[in-house]
């Protein structure tokens, strides 16, 4: 099975918020210096994959954004 960039990129977050609640909540200082250590590997990690992603789409610049389209003029 394949996963995509996305599943990269909601680990990642989860990590943050993860990292982000146990500062707040005074945990040990061990647990989120490995779990920052950990979530900077991921991080990394998560670059190259979205980087070597295979992916591919038939939209341009021109398009301009999908939820808002703005037709072509034709020359």
Request: aromatic share 20%; net charge negative; hydrophobic share 50%.
């Amino acid at each position: 099975m394949k996963l995509s960039a996305i599943f990269y990129i909601a680990i990642t977050t989860l990590l943050l918020v993860g990292i982000v609640t146990m500062v707040f909540f005074n945990v040990s200082y061990p647990i989120v210096f490995y779990t920052v250590v950990v979530g900077q590997a991921w991080w990394i990690f998560t670059v190259y994959k979205v980087i070597t992603d295979d992916y591919t789409t038939d939209k341009t610049f021109d398009d301009w954004y999908e939820d808002h389209p703005i037709s072509r003029e034709e020359a």
